[in-house]
């Protein structure tokens, strides 16, 4: 069979190992790679063998010849590179975190079923041997009921750049504007660790509820630049109780880089747990009762590589595969909603999150019902928002309506772990960061109609003392969801806006309308 061509959208690091273990894939070519800077781009092709040499994404995804790619650039931009590859017709393996966010996820998910194309996230460890057996282990009852986890993956990095290069003026960890910090880069690996542990535990009939967890706890230590340098994690998942860690700027060696796997009757030791290369299964007592020892053939890439041209075959074969059983789909959505809801705990959010909302494509003309409807007068855009959660904090959803030049357009999102008052926050920015988006609409008077008093009030009373205050409240304590009221502030400011509160549930059209979308967005995050 004709060998898969391969492109790689990226020339770093990761790339290079990468690229070392595709050169040995007899199923695989060396194509192309694509590098925004030429000199990076070029002397990676040479070193590791690619025939062509791009200096930006969009020419290699245009490539006909190039079969599969492999996304290895900084997380902010996974869900939009996954996409447009998906469109161009190709095969996609992209780096872990697949994404930013549930949401990016979800789309990129949605494109995968319109285009029947082939997506895997690159989580190597999942296609790891060794972290494989520690699975069959925990499935056949090795180590009895499993009562507890512990994973560790602390490394410790500076802030200086990686690369002279003026796009990345720090090292990306340390970069909130490239979705840098611990969680998403490795952080992720104690998490998939702990929800594969369970998931092999339970079995494959196990429903979605019970393979989420149903206490999430964290705490970090944020550095300078806002990412977060260091996270403990607390999972609940059942009976077992998951204790992760992960940090870029503390370090020990070989200590904090290990999982145990607990159970009533003995325990599983991964040393270096998400590249394992030997695993030991000890009993109550102390004494070995099994291991397994798989030392990579290259240096570890080669498994998930094997694996997505595994797929590939069985598609040229006639079979339609969209994703791999041993990395399903699900199993990155599940990873991915568990570090959002991380991450709301921390309080980290990043900067593109708020501010890069796009409009929906599907539009419809506004028709004028007296009493009724609010048709957007010129010079003027008229907003609704709308906001919730199930559970308080649970999953959540938001939703608005902007009326601008005639026409009525929508957007919606959510959130797996969340409240109601920082959903009614994340539909105002919405709507504002649209708005600030359009070069016509911002400088026009901007009235936004919304049911929540807690946001109105918030925006055009309280936020002044708040801030006079040290962002502390009446009672002298620190106020909730800081990070969303500066985004909406700042919007505030530089927009012509008219906060009016409208009763909810009162049967306004545009405000029912909101309410559908939030509702829609909850049951969507509660899956």
């Not at 992720?188 to 206490?215: H, N, R, W």
């Not at 290369?277 to 009762?289: F, G, H, P, R, Y």
Request: proline share 3%; charged share 25%.
């Amino acid at each position: 069979m004709e060998k898969i061509k391969w492109g790689i959208v990226g020339a770093g690091r990761i790339a290079a190992s990468f690229a070392e273990a595709l050169r040995a894939s007899t199923d695989s070519e060396c194509y192309a790679v694509a590098s925004r800077n030429k000199v990076r781009g070029d002397d990676f092709s040479k070193k590791w063998g690619f025939q062509k040499s791009y200096f930006d994404y969009e020419s290699l995804l245009a490539d006909p010849e190039v079969d599969a790619v492999y996304i290895a650039t900084p997380h902010m931009n996974h869900a939009s590179l996954s996409i447009a590859a998906l469109k161009a017709g190709k095969a996609v393996l992209c780096e872990k975190a697949a994404t930013v966010n549930a949401k990016e996820l979800q789309n990129v998910y949605q494109v995968v079923n319109e285009t029947k194309g082939l997506y895997m996230e690159a989580m190597w460890t999942k296609f790891n041997p060794t972290f494989r057996k520690a699975l069959e282990w925990v499935a056949s009852g090795r180590i009895g009921k499993l009562k507890a986890i512990y994973a560790d993956f602390c490394i410790a990095r500076t802030a200086d750049a990686v690369y002279r290069d003026p796009e990345y003026p720090m090292n990306r960890l340390y970069d909130i504007n490239l979705a840098g910090g611990a969680l998403l880069d490795v952080g992720i690996y104690p998490v998939t660790c702990a929800l594969s542990m369970v998931e092999a535990a339970l079995g494959g009939d196990a429903a979605e509820v019970q393979l989420f967890p149903e206490k999430i706890e964290a705490t970090a230590r944020m550095t300078d630049t806002g990412v977060d340098a260091f996270d403990s994690i607390s999972l609940k998942i059942g009976d077992v109780v998951a204790s992760l860690s992960c940090s870029i700027d503390t370090e020990c060696g070989s200590v904090l880089k290990e999982a145990r796997i607990v159970g009533t009757e003995g325990t599983i030791i991964l040393p270096f747990f998400w590249m394992a290369q030997e695993a030991q299964l000890i009993s109550l007592d102390e004494k070995l009762v099994d291991s397994c020892s798989q030392p990579f053939a290259v240096n570890g890439y080669e498994y998930e590589i094997a694996e997505f041209c595994k797929c590939i075959k069985t598609r040229r074969a006639g079979l339609l595969v969209k994703e791999s059983l041993l990395h399903t789909h699900a199993q990155s959505l599940r990873v991915i909603k568990v570090l959002d809801a991380i991450r709301s705990r921390i309080g980290l959010v990043y900067p593109f999150e708020n501010s890069g909302y796009v409009i929906k494509d599907e539009t419809q003309v506004v028709k004028e019902v007296p009493g009724k409807e609010v048709k957007s007068k010129p010079n003027m855009v008229t907003v609704y928002t709308d906001g919730g959660c199930s559970g308080n904090p649970g999953p959540g959803g938001w939703g608005c309506v902007i009326l601008a030049d005639g026409m009525e357009y929508t957007v919606s999102g959510g959130e797996t772990m969340t409240t109601n008052n920082r959903m009614e926050l994340s539909a105002a920015i919405a709507a504002l960061s649209a708005i600030d988006q359009n070069e016509v609409w911002r400088t026009q008077s901007i009235t936004v109609h919304i049911d929540s008093q807690y946001v109105k009030n918030g925006i055009t009373s309280w936020i002044k003392s708040w801030q006079r205050n040290g962002w502390r409240n009446s009672e002298k304590q620190p106020v909730k969801n800081r990070d969303l009221w500066e985004v909406l502030d700042e919007l505030n400011k530089k927009l012509n806006v008219t906060w009016k509160w409208v009763k909810g549930h009162a049967g306004n059209k545009y405000n029912e309308m909101c309410d559908a979308m939030a509702t829609q967005e909850v049951m969507k995050y509660s899956r």
